[in-house]
């Protein structure tokens, strides 16, 4: 397999610290949804300490990691750490404080029943805190948010230009962090915990209190129903989905196409092309079919708060049921003992339950366990400290800098295999390139052109076989040193969100990025020919070709409920215009950087079928242009159009489903009556 960090996924499979799964997997229906689950803990001998023990081996290892990032980030903004910290604390107990004081304002309403007439300074105590209690809770909200943000910052500032220096084309990031600020998720979530944990404990010494200070003879029993509701909330067994986490798909093939008609009807870039392809009218007729052939069905996502998922029915039931059983029991077996303060007072105890209740319900949706938040911080910590897996020899490349030549390649039976691919995209490819030499590649689609000069560059490692440049093995010199010696123009360049300039000079050091008007920025633009195009552009080389970032997400568009046009408007010219370019521009573009990162120090120029999508004068120029920049250097060019280069390279590769059928100058091959001539014969 190719030992390439770009090809494999190096995120763990599993939450590092997580027990691995060995139970078979559980699977449920739910409406047109099939669930998937994992079943833990299955032999119920095992218990609670089981899962006790299984989760302190699996997070004892993340520990240090958790303990070190709770110190790196108290050392990068102790106060707002603080702060945040502090306010935390205070919205957790600020249910639970309200609660108080609704109890005592009861109970001095109660005592004014049976002694009117008294107790006006306390009514004002109270109402004073109260109003002290609610101008608070305003404030911390402000300083919570404040305090939120500055950390995000810091963590920001702190960690992404870290995991961004860390070779960041090779760190497998997606799927390690799911926050862009690495490290708040951590912070977010262990502090929800705390906010959780302590949101439940006020609320329960709350809730005792209210029914102890009852001079009530049913107060134990009060007590006990009081307690039952959250109790049964929390130990009612789940029928094992939401334990760890599950995942559901659908195999109904109306409902897919269904979604897929929603997407064709409502996304507008399909728009212009529905309307080429003749797809005019017709999606409402077909959308209707296809609602028929799905009929009435459950569709709805079987998220965790779906009803029924999660637990049977009868203990939903009698969850559902103690909820309201204190007032219930209070109202059907004392009714003799009922009074206008009892009936505040069981008031009181229902909206404490209820409150305790929501709590509870909080902490069971609480998707991140201990375990989960703290192998996040060793997933950053390994995200820093990343090693390419990649060998990294120790020779400098160029070996001589002061002699200016071209590359030698040499690839001794070559194999190429990608994961999971059935047949090899290279299979014991050999040829040699002499330094200096114009090489062109030619072969059908498919037949591993691409590949081969990936390998140049060390995206990928061959499967087999072995690559020489100027007679070393290509994996005894220093991979960065090696690569700022190639340029590469690819087949399908990508243009980069910022502006002209910046998709130009991308990748060269900021020391030596061109100012405004510079002759090489000009030079290189020249060249790619897109000067043109580039004046003409309403901010010439600072015109922005994508917007740099975008608030475009689920949640929000940069809108906010329902906004007149007029607002809509305002958002336009505020965000700034967009400029596309075509297809061609888009090669010219990439060109032109590739021009911009051709220096003394370069060996190798690969053109990878990049001009494809220009007119013909265009190709014609751009290839003159790279050839009038060979200055001794080698140069591949990969075509499908290559008669006019044809007479010119010292070398043509042709190749056939991964393997190299013939090799040699054109008058050598056109001759053999090969593949080569086929193809050459195929463009006249
Ligand atoms: N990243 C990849 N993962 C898996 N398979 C790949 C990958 N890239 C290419 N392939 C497969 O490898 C084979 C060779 O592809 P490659 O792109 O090298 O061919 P090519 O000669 O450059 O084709 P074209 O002329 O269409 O550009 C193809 O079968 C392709 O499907």
């Known amino acids: 397999m190719p030992s390439t960090d770009a090809l494999v996924d190096h995120s763990p499979p599993y939450p590092d610290g997580l027990p691995s799964p060995r139970t078979p997997l559980r699977h449920r229906r739910h409406g047109i949804f099939d669930i998937a689950f994992e079943e833990r803990n299955s032999d119920p001998t095992l218990g609670i300490s089981h899962l006790i023990l299984g989760w302190l081996r699996g997070t004892r290892g993340n520990v240090p990691y958790a303990r070190r990032l709770c110190a790196e980030i108290f050392s990068l903004a102790p106060w707002p750490l603080l702060t945040y910290l502090a306010c935390n604390i ?27 007439g008294i107790q006006p300074e306390m009514f004002q105590i109270i109402a004073e805190m109260w109003l002290s209690f609610a101008l608070i809770s305003v404030g911390v909200d402000r300083v919570f948010t404040q305090s939120r943000d500055r950390i995000r910052s810091h963590l920001r500032a702190h960690f992404i230009p870290k995991l961004i220096d860390e070779q960041p084309l090779l760190f497998p990031i997606s799927g390690s962090f799911d926050s862009e600020v690495p490290g708040w998720n ?21 809730l005792l209190y209210a029914i102890s200070h009852k001079q009530s003879p049913e107060k134990e029993l009060l007590m006990t129903f009081c307690i039952v509701h959250p109790i049964l909330r929390w130990l009612a067994p789940s029928n094992g989905i939401g334990s760890e986490g599950y995942v559901f798909w659908t195999d109904s093939a109306p409902y897919k196409r269904l979604k897929a008609l929603y997407g064709l009807a409502f996304s507008p870039q399909y728009r212009g092309d529905l309307t080429l392809d003749g797809v005019t009218s017709g999606l409402g007729t077909e959308y209707r079919k296809t609602s028929g052939n ?4 459950t569709d709805s996502e079987p998220y965790p708060w779906v009803g029924g998922l999660l637990r049977s029915w009868y203990w939903d039931f009698l969850i559902n049921l103690t909820l309201d059983l204190p007032l219930a029991v209070y109202a059907l077996t004392l009714p003799s003992r009922m009074s206008a303060s009892s009936v505040t007072s069981m008031a009181l105890l229902q909206q404490a339950t209820n409150t305790l209740a929501i709590s509870i319900g909080e902490y069971g949706m609480d998707p991140s366990s201990l375990s989960e938040l703290f192998a996040q911080a060793k997933w950053l ?15 400098p490349y160029p070996t001589d800098k002061s002699k200016k030549s071209g590359m030698s390649i040499s690839f001794r039976n070559v194999c190429l295999e990608y994961p999971g691919s059935i047949s090899p995209a290279l299979d014991r490819v050999s040829f040699d390139v002499s330094a200096g030499q114009l090489v062109l590649v ?20 061959p499967t087999m076989g072995e690559i020489l440049i100027d007679g070393n093995a290509v994996d005894t010199y220093n991979v960065e040193q090696l690569r700022r010696t190639m340029v590469f123009l690819s087949q399908s360049p990508v243009i980069y969100p910022g502006t002209v300039r910046d998709n130009i000079c991308i990748g060269l050091p900021h020391a030596h990025r061109p100012g405004k008007g510079s002759a090489p920025l000009d030079g290189a633009c020249r060249k790619g020919g897109c000067t043109d195009f580039v004046t003409k552009l309403p901010n010439g080389y600072d015109t922005q070709l994508a917007p740099t970032f975008s608030f475009e997400n689920d949640f929000c568009d940069g809108t906010y409920g329902i906004v007149s046009e007029r607002l809509r408007q305002e958002l336009q010219t505020r965000r700034g215009r967009r400029v596309d370019i075509s297809g061609g521009q888009k090669q010219r573009l990439a060109a032109a950087r590739t021009f911009m990162r051709m220096t003394d120090d370069t060996r190798l120029v690969v053109v990878d079928e990049a001009t494809s999508s220009l007119d013909p004068v265009a190709e014609r120029d751009l290839l003159a242009e790279f050839r009038a920049s060979r200055n001794g250097r080698t140069m591949i060019f990969v075509t499908h159009r290559f008669h006019h280069l044809a007479r010119e390279a010292d070398q043509i590769i042709c190749m056939r489903e991964g393997t190299v059928v013939e090799r040699g100058t054109h008058d050598e091959l056109i001759n053999l009556d090969g593949e080569y001539s086929k193809l050459y014969d195929a463009q006249s």
């Not at 609660?99 to 001095?108: C, G, I, M, P, Q």
């Not at 799905?294 to 069905?297: A, E, Q, S």
């Open 381 to 395: 910590y390994d995200g820093i400290s990343y090693e390419s897996t990649t060998i990294n020899g120790h020779m």
């Open 442 to 461: 030619v072969g059908a689609n498919g037949s591993g052109k691409s590949s081969m000069l990936k390998l140049l560059a060390r995206l990928f490692d």
């Open 186 to 206: 951590f912070v977010h979530h262990l502090t929800r915990k705390m906010r959780i944990c302590l949101t439940l404990l006020s609320q329960v010494v709350v």
């Open 294 to 297: 799905l009929g009435i069905v």
């Open 90 to 116: 205070w919205l957790s107990v600020s249910s639970a404080l309200n609660l108080f004081f609704l109890s005592r304002l009861l109970n001095v309403l109660e005592d004014s029943l049976s002694t009117p």
